[in-house]
């Protein structure tokens, strides 16, 4: 199984500014996504991070204010912009293996204030 | 796009007795179906998961049907212990995404 490291693990950020959270993946992986959960809620997919080109984007969620890299097959980062109250809430990461089975991270939790 | 419904949304139950829980997917294209358990503060850890050409997996204390014609598909914890409470929620794979039920938070009472 792959293991799946986050920073920060938590922040708390103002009104305004905007806050990158990096993930790892320990082994290559095929697929890497970023979701979103609010407290006592489902997961919601963000959007699919691609290597070398632009992520793909669910709906409601837009690249100017989600911009997502993944310069390589292990690496990606999340960027929330111009953050407002509320963006709070827990971003995980997730990478999927050539089986299929997808492993999520430990999770950033965010607080805008 | 895909949908997944779960239900209940929330379950009680004594421990030693048995817990389902249910959902429904709307894409008849997904063809993958994770359960996931997260517990409070927690990252969500993949328990089970069954792909659409098997009707039934087993691991243990823990098995998942699959009704791909009704699009139904169901987890069953048989043997409660208290550590098996938490929230488990179910997921639907569609071209390459993810997608999951809204929870059920499961509570086992000793």
């Known amino acids: 199984s792959a293991v799946i490291s986050q920073k920060p693990s938590r922040d708390i950020c103002q009104r305004g500014t905007s806050l990158t959270i990096q993930c790892q993946v320990d082994s290559q992986v095929t697929m890497m996504f970023w979701y979103r959960q609010q407290p006592g809620q489902s997961l919601t997919l963000i959007a699919t991070a691609n290597q070398g080109s632009e992520a793909t984007y669910e709906s409601g969620f837009v690249i100017d204010k989600f911009p997502i890299s993944r310069p390589n097959l292990t690496f990606s980062t999340l960027t929330v912009s111009n953050m407002s109250p509320e963006d709070s809430s827990i971003y995980l990461c997730?990478?999927?293996?050539?089986?299929?089975?997808?492993?999520f991270g430990p999770g950033t939790r965010l607080l805008v204030l | 796009g895909e949908n997944v419904e779960q239900h209940p949304s929330t379950l009680s139950v004594q421990e030693g007795d048995s817990a389902v829980i249910k959902c429904t997917y709307s894409?008849?294209?997904?063809?993958?179906f994770p359960w996931y358990k997260q517990e409070l503060g927690k990252r969500p850890q993949l328990i089970i998961d069954i792909r659409s050409n098997v009707g039934e997996k087993k691991d243990q204390r823990i098995a998942v049907t699959l009704n791909k014609t009704a699009k139904h598909f169901s987890l069953h914890i048989t043997e409660t212990q208290p550590e098996d409470s938490a929230v488990y929620f179910c997921a639907a794979t569609s071209y390459d995404k993810v997608i999951f039920g809204p929870g059920t938070s499961l509570s086992v009472i000793p």
């Open positions: 894409d008849s294209a997904s063809n993958y």
């Open positions: 997730s990478a999927r293996g050539w089986q299929e089975t997808q492993y």
